[in-house]
C-alpha cells in the first residue's frame, strides 16, 4: 500500500523525521517498508509564472514569442504550444533548470532568443501519456513559486506490504497508528462531524439483508442536490499518490475514504433504485449484471449482490453495477458503508475474475464497527466540499457483533516467552498506545485486531515496539536433548546406501493413482480408499499396489528414449481396515528396471539387500499366480513362513500396457516384514586355527525340486561342523534319467577346536545323504 508522509503528518507530527529513517523504523517495528519514492526529485528551477504578452513569432507561423513573469524577472520564451492565453498562469522552467527528461538551456528559436520553456504535464513527469499543449491555469497563484510546492510534487510516498493478518493497516488511519507507537508520538484522530440538512433517510431507501452471515452490517446515508464536479487538488493528489485515478468529486470521496479508513465504500444513483430498497441477497442462478468497467457477468447462486427490488446493482464488496454508477446529471446518492463475508467476497472476486481495491481490503476480514465512522466522514467531506446535502438519520442494518477478545495480562509471563527484563510499565502504555484496554489483568482486544488472540500475540505485540533488536541473544539453556534416528530411519537409509552403490537411482511417486491403474496391470480392482476431493480421475484413489507407480516411471523413461532405467522407491500403500476409518498404511521397497539385464540381476540385488540386513535364511519358490509377472521368470522370497518378496520380469502384456517396449524386471518387498528380520549386529569371529575339509556332491533329484529345498537341509544339519555350501553345476543329460537333474555342491567342514578326521566327516555326509534321500528323494550321483 503507497501512502504520502503528508497524510500520515495529519494524525502524527513527524515532519522532522527523514523518510530513510521512518521506513526503517517502521520495519523494525513490524510495518515493512519495501520502498520510498520521492516525486519531484527530478525537477529543479520550475517556478510558477504568468504569461503578459503572446505575439507571434517574425520567422516562423507555428511559433509564437511569449513575455512570462516569473516574479524575480520576466522572461521571453519561443513556444508551439497554442492551449493559452495571457493573463494565465504556467509552469516556468528556467534556463538551468532540471527535468526528468534533462536539462533546459537558454537559445535561439528560427532566430528569436528564448531563456526557458513552458512546460505541460509529460513534461513535468506527472502523466506517462503525451500531453496536448502546456500545463495552464487560471486560479490566482504566488509567483516565482517551486513548482513542486505548488503541486504537492516535493512530496516522499511510502510503500509498505501489509501481511494478510493486518487489514487494519490497510488504512492510513491504522499506519499513522503504527507510526505514532514506533516513534512515540501523538496519535490524533478527529470524531467527523456531519451537518445535516433536513428530511428523513426512510423517506428515500429502506435496507433489508437476507443473510447477516453474508452480510454482517449494512450501513448507508442519502445525499441530495449533489453537485458532480472534479475533486479539489489536494486530494486528487493524494489518491493518485496511492495509485487511484481521480474521476469526481462523489467517487474520489469514496476512495479517499476507504484509503484512510480502510473501510471500502461506494455510492449509488439513487434514481436507479428501482422500488426505493436496497436488498442484500445472493443471487439468482444464472443471473446477469454488467459492472462498472463494462464487462457482463453471469452469476451464480453463491454470489452476494447488492439489489434493488428489480435487479442486482453491484457485486457485494467487489465492484458496483454499471446501472447504477454517478452520472453527470446525478442529484440523488446512496452512500453505502457495509461489512461482507471475507469468504464469499474472496470467492465472487476469484470466480469472476475481478480483483479489486475494494475485494482485496474485504477478503482479509474487515471490522464490522469501522463502517458508521468511515460512512460520517464521507458525509463530513460532502458538506466540506459543498457538494451535497446529507438527508437525516443513517439506516444501520447491523447483526449482534462478536465481542471483543479478553486476553489474562501477565508481565511476568511475557518477560519469561521472550526471555526479556521489560518493564511492565512500558507494556501497559504500548498495549494502550496501540488501542487495547487494561482492566487490571485483562487486555481487551480493539474491535480491528482479530489477529490478536492469546498471550503470544501480545508478547509480539510488545517485543516489536519495543524492539527486536535489544532483545539480547542466548544460547539455549534448556534440558539438552540429542536427536538420533530410530531402527527404522537407519533401515531406511541403508536400503537407499544399498541401492544407489548397486547403480539405482531413487523415486518418488504421488500416493494417489487412477483406479485404470489395475486394468493396466491386468489384476482385479481392490477395495481401494477413494479421495473425497480429487484434483481429477487420475489422482482420485490412494494406491494398494505401489508397482504401477514405479511403471509408469519407467514408462516415461522409456518414451524419452532413455537406454535403460534402473529405479526403486520406498513407497507406502493404503488399505481399509484401520482404526476409527482410518487407513492401514504399508510400506513396500518396489524396484522397476529395463535395460541390458535379466531376472538374475534382480535377483542379486535383492540377495545383497537380504545380505546387508543380515537375513541368511529365507525361502526361493517359483511364482507363477501373479498376473503382474511372467509365470516363468518370477519368484516368491519367504521369510519366517511369511511372503517377503516377489521379483521377476513383468507380464508382456502388462508392460505393453505401460507402454514399455522392452524386456522390464520389478520386484516388490515388504519392508515391514524385513524390519521384523533384520539383524544389523554384527559379531566377531576369530579367524580359524584348524584347516577345513571339502567334499563335493552330485545328487539326482527330480526336477521339481529346488535348490532351495536342498539347502535348507543344509542349514538345518546336526553334525555342527558343516560350515558352508556352494552350488556350481545343474545339469540335465543323457546320464541323467528322463524327469530327474544332477545338482552339485561343493561342502565345506570345520571343527573351531580340532583338525577334522575323515570318520566325522563321513559321518556328517551320511547324516546329510540320509537327511537329502528321506524329505526329497535325492540319490547320489556315483
Same mark, same amino acid.
Given at each position: 500500500?503507497k501512502?504520502?508522509l503528508s497524510?500520515?503528518n495529519d494524525?502524527?507530527?513527524?515532519?522532522?523525521i527523514?523518510?530513510?529513517?521512518?521506513?526503517e523504523?517502521m520495519?523494525?517495528?513490524?510495518s515493512?517498508?519495501?520502498?520510498?519514492e520521492?516525486t519531484?526529485?527530478?525537477?529543479?528551477?520550475?517556478?510558477?509564472?504568468?504569461?503578459?504578452?503572446?505575439?507571434p513569432?517574425?520567422?516562423?507561423?507555428k511559433?509564437?514569442?511569449?513575455?512570462v513573469?516569473?516574479?524575480d524577472e520576466?522572461?521571453?520564451?519561443?513556444t508551439?504550444?497554442?492551449?493559452?492565453?495571457e493573463?494565465d498562469?504556467?509552469?516556468?522552467?528556467?534556463d538551468?533548470?532540471?527535468?526528468?527528461?534533462?536539462k533546459?538551456?537558454?537559445?535561439?528559436?528560427?532566430g528569436?532568443e528564448?531563456?526557458?520553456?513552458m512546460?505541460?504535464?509529460?513534461?513535468l513527469g506527472l502523466?506517462?501519456?503525451r500531453?496536448?499543449?502546456i500545463?495552464?491555469?487560471s486560479?490566482e497563484?504566488?509567483?516565482?513559486?517551486?513548482?513542486?510546492d505548488?503541486?504537492g510534487?516535493?512530496?516522499?510516498?511510502?510503500d509498505f506490504?501489509i501481511?494478510?493478518?493486518?487489514p487494519?493497516?490497510l488504512?492510513?488511519?491504522?499506519?499513522?497508528r503504527e507510526?505514532?507507537v514506533t516513534?512515540?508520538?501523538d496519535?490524533?484522530?478527529k470524531t467527523s462531524?456531519?451537518?445535516?440538512n433536513?428530511?428523513n433517510?426512510?423517506?428515500?431507501?429502506s435496507v433489508e439483508v437476507?443473510?447477516?452471515?453474508?452480510?454482517p452490517?449494512?450501513?448507508?446515508r442519502?445525499v441530495r442536490?449533489v453537485?458532480?464536479?472534479p475533486?479539489?487538488?489536494?486530494?486528487?493528489?493524494?489518491l493518485?499518490?496511492?495509485?487511484?485515478?481521480?474521476?469526481n468529486?462523489?467517487?474520489d470521496?469514496t476512495?479517499?475514504v476507504?484509503?484512510?479508513?480502510?473501510q471500502?465504500?461506494?455510492?449509488?444513483?439513487?434514481?436507479?433504485?428501482?422500488?426505493?430498497?436496497?436488498?442484500v441477497?445472493?443471487?439468482?442462478?444464472?443471473?446477469?449484471m454488467?459492472?462498472l468497467?463494462?464487462?457482463r457477468h453471469?452469476?451464480?447462486?453463491?454470489?452476494l449482490?447488492?439489489?434493488?427490488?428489480?435487479k442486482?446493482?453491484?457485486?457485494?464488496g467487489?465492484?458496483g453495477g &454499471?446501472n447504477?454508477?454517478?452520472a453527470?446529471?446525478t442529484?440523488?446518492?446512496?452512500l453505502?458503508?457495509?461489512n461482507?463475508? /471475507?469468504?464469499?467476497?474472496?470467492?465472487a472476486?476469484?470466480m469472476?475474475?475481478?480483483?479489486t481495491e475494494?475485494?482485496?481490503?474485504f477478503e482479509?476480514?474487515?471490522?464490522a464497527a469501522?463502517t458508521?465512522p468511515a460512512?460520517?466522514?464521507?458525509?463530513?467531506?460532502?458538506c466540506?466540499f459543498d457538494?451535497g446535502?446529507?438527508?437525516?438519520g443513517i439506516?444501520?442494518v447491523?447483526?449482534?457483533?462478536?465481542?471483543?477478545?479478553e486476553i489474562p495480562?501477565?508481565a511476568e509471563e511475557?518477560?519469561?516467552f521472550?526471555g526479556?527484563?521489560?518493564?511492565k510499565?512500558?507494556m501497559?502504555?504500548?498495549?494502550?498506545?496501540l488501542?487495547f484496554?487494561?482492566?487490571?489483568?485483562?487486555v &481487551?482486544?480493539?474491535?480491528?485486531?482479530?489477529?490478536v488472540?492469546?498471550m503470544a500475540d501480545?508478547a509480539?505485540?510488545?517485543?516489536?515496539?519495543?524492539g527486536?533488536n535489544?532483545?539480547?541473544?542466548?544460547?539455549y539453556?534448556g534440558?539438552?536433548?540429542?536427536?538420533?534416528?530410530?531402527e527404522?530411519q537407519?533401515?531406511e537409509?541403508?536400503?537407499?546406501s544399498t541401492f544407489?552403490a548397486?547403480?539405482l537411482?531413487?523415486i518418488?511417486?504421488?500416493?494417489?493413482?487412477?483406479?485404470?491403474i489395475?486394468d493396466?496391470?491386468s489384476?482385479?480392482r481392490?477395495?481401494?480408499i477413494e479421495?473425497s476431493?480429487?484434483l481429477? &480421475?487420475?489422482?482420485?484413489?490412494?494406491?494398494?499396489?505401489?508397482i504401477?507407480?514405479a511403471? &509408469?516411471?519407467l514408462?516415461v523413461n522409456?518414451n524419452r528414449r532413455?537406454d535403460?532405467?534402473?529405479l526403486?522407491e520406498?513407497?507406502?500403500?493404503?488399505?481399509?481396515?484401520?482404526?476409527?476409518?482410518?487407513?492401514?498404511?504399508?510400506?513396500?521397497?518396489?524396484?522397476a528396471m529395463y535395460?541390458?539385464i535379466d531376472y538374475?540381476n534382480?535377483?542379486?540385488?535383492?540377495e545383497?539387500?537380504?545380505?546387508v540386513?543380515g537375513i541368511t535364511a529365507?525361502?526361493?519358490?517359483?511364482e507363477?499366480?501373479?498376473?503382474i509377472?511372467?509365470?516363468?521368470?518370477?519368484?516368491?522370497i519367504?521369510?519366517?513362513r511369511q511372503?517377503?518378496?516377489?521379483?521377476g520380469?513383468?507380464?508382456?502384456?502388462?508392460a505393453?500396457n505401460?507402454?514399455?517396449?522392452k524386456?522390464?524386471?520389478?520386484?516388490?518387498?515388504?519392508?515391514d516384514l524385513?524390519?521384523k528380520?533384520?539383524k544389523l549386529?554384527?559379531?566377531f569371529?576369530h579367524?580359524?586355527?584348524?584347516p577345513?575339509?571339502t567334499r563335493?556332491?552330485?545328487?539326482?533329484?527330480?526336477d521339481?525340486?529346488?535348490?532351495?529345498q536342498i539347502e535348507?537341509?543344509?542349514?538345518?544339519?546336526?553334525?555342527?561342523?558343516?560350515?558352508?555350501?556352494?552350488?556350481?553345476?545343474?545339469?540335465?543329460?543323457?546320464q541323467?534319467e528322463e524327469?530327474?537333474?544332477?545338482?552339485?555342491?561343493?561342502?565345506t567342514?570345520?571343527?573351531?577346536?580340532r583338525?577334522?578326521?575323515?570318520?566325522?566327516v563321513? /559321518?556328517a555326509?551320511?547324516?546329510?545323504?540320509?537327511?537329502?534321500?528321506?524329505?526329497l528323494g535325492?540319490?547320489?550321483?556315483l
Open positions: 500500500m501512502v504520502p497524510w500520515i494524525y502524527v507530527d513527524i515532519k522532522d527523514s523518510p530513510e529513517r521512518y521506513a523504523d520495519t523494525m517495528s513490524g515493512k517498508v519495501e520502498g520510498v520521492n519531484g526529485e527530478n525537477i529543479e528551477g520550475v517556478v510558477t509564472g504568468r504569461i503578459l504578452k503572446i505575439e513569432h517574425p520567422n516562423a507561423d511559433l509564437v514569442v511569449c513575455r513573469d516569473v516574479g520576466v522572461l521571453q520564451i519561443v508551439g504550444a497554442d492551449n493559452m492565453k493573463g498562469f504556467v509552469a516556468v522552467a528556467k538551468g533548470a532540471t527535468l526528468p527528461g534533462g533546459i538551456k537558454k537559445g535561439k528559436l528560427r528569436v528564448s531563456c526557458g520553456m512546460c505541460s504535464e509529460d513534461e502523466q506517462e501519456e500531453a496536448h499543449g500545463m495552464v491555469w486560479k497563484t504566488p509567483l516565482g513559486m517551486d513548482i513542486r505548488y503541486l510534487l516535493n512530496e516522499s510516498i511510502v506490504e501481511t494478510s493478518n493486518r487494519d493497516c488504512s492510513v488511519i491504522g499506519l499513522a507510526t505514532a516513534l512515540g508520538r496519535f490524533n484522530v462531524c456531519v451537518r445535516e433536513g428530511g433517510i426512510k423517506d428515500y431507501i437476507k443473510d447477516e452471515r453474508l452480510c452490517r449494512y450501513s448507508c442519502v442536490n453537485k458532480i464536479q475533486s479539489p487538488e489536494w486530494m486528487q493528489r493524494r493518485e499518490a496511492c495509485g487511484i485515478r481521480p474521476i468529486n462523489i467517487v470521496i476512495n479517499y476507504m484509503l484512510e479508513y480502510g471500502p465504500m461506494h455510492a449509488f444513483d439513487l434514481r436507479t433504485i428501482s422500488g426505493k430498497k436496497i436488498i441477497r445472493t443471487a439468482n442462478e444464472s443471473e446477469e454488467t459492472t468497467d463494462g464487462t453471469t452469476l451464480g447462486s453463491d454470489t449482490v447488492i439489489a434493488d427490488s428489480e442486482p446493482v453491484a457485486l457485494a467487489v465492484m &454499471e447504477s454508477e454517478i453527470d446529471d442529484t440523488e446518492i446512496l453505502e458503508s457495509a461482507f463475508n /471475507a469468504v464469499a467476497v474472496r470467492s472476486a476469484k469472476l475474475g475481478l480483483r475494494s475485494s482485496s481490503r482479509k476480514g474487515l471490522d469501522n458508521i460512512l460520517e466522514r464521507a458525509c463530513e467531506l460532502i466540506e457538494a446535502e446529507v438527508v437525516s439506516i444501520d447491523c447483526a449482534p457483533l462478536r465481542p471483543n477478545t495480562f501477565n511475557i518477560n519469561s521472550l526479556t527484563n521489560i518493564d510499565g512500558f501497559v502504555e504500548t498495549l494502550k498506545a488501542g484496554q487494561i482492566n487490571g489483568d485483562i &481487551e482486544v480493539p474491535s480491528y485486531r482479530g489477529d488472540e492469546g501480545l509480539e505485540e510488545i517485543a516489536r515496539i519495543y527486536y535489544k532483545i539480547p541473544s542466548r544460547l539453556t534440558t539438552a536433548t540429542i536427536g538420533a534416528k530410530n527404522k537407519h533401515a537409509d541403508l536400503v537407499r544407489t548397486l547403480g537411482s531413487e518418488i511417486t504421488y500416493s494417489m493413482t487412477s483406479p485404470q489395475y493396466k496391470l489384476i482385479p481392490d477395495d481401494y479421495i476431493n480429487p481429477g &480421475e487420475e489422482l482420485s484413489i490412494l494406491r494398494t499396489n505401489a504401477g507407480s511403471l &509408469e516411471a514408462s522409456y532413455i535403460e532405467a534402473f526403486f520406498l513407497a507406502t500403500t493404503y488399505h481399509k481396515g484401520g482404526e476409527n476409518g482410518l487407513a492401514v498404511e504399508k510400506q513396500q521397497i518396489i524396484i535395460g541390458n538374475y534382480i535377483k542379486g540385488i535383492l545383497q539387500l537380504f545380505e540386513f529365507f525361502d526361493i519358490e517359483p507363477t499366480s501373479n498376473p509377472f511372467h509365470g516363468g521368470q518370477t519368484a516368491k519367504s521369510l519366517r511372503t517377503a518378496a516377489i521379483v520380469r513383468i507380464h508382456p502384456m502388462v505393453k505401460f507402454g514399455i517396449g524386456d522390464c524386471y520389478a520386484a516388490a518387498i515388504d519392508f524385513l524390519l528380520c533384520i549386529d554384527k559379531k569371529r579367524l580359524p586355527k584348524y577345513a575339509v563335493d556332491i552330485a545328487l539326482i533329484v527330480p521339481e525340486v529346488t535348490a532351495a535348507n537341509i543344509f542349514r538345518k544339519s546336526k553334525s555342527g561342523i558343516l560350515e558352508n555350501y556352494s552350488l556350481f553345476d545343474v545339469y540335465k543329460g543323457k541323467v524327469g530327474c537333474k544332477s545338482i552339485a555342491y561343493a561342502l567342514f570345520r571343527a573351531a577346536d583338525t577334522l578326521t575323515d570318520e566325522e563321513n /559321518a555326509m551320511d547324516s546329510i545323504l540320509s537327511e537329502l534321500d528321506k524329505k535325492a540319490k547320489l550321483r
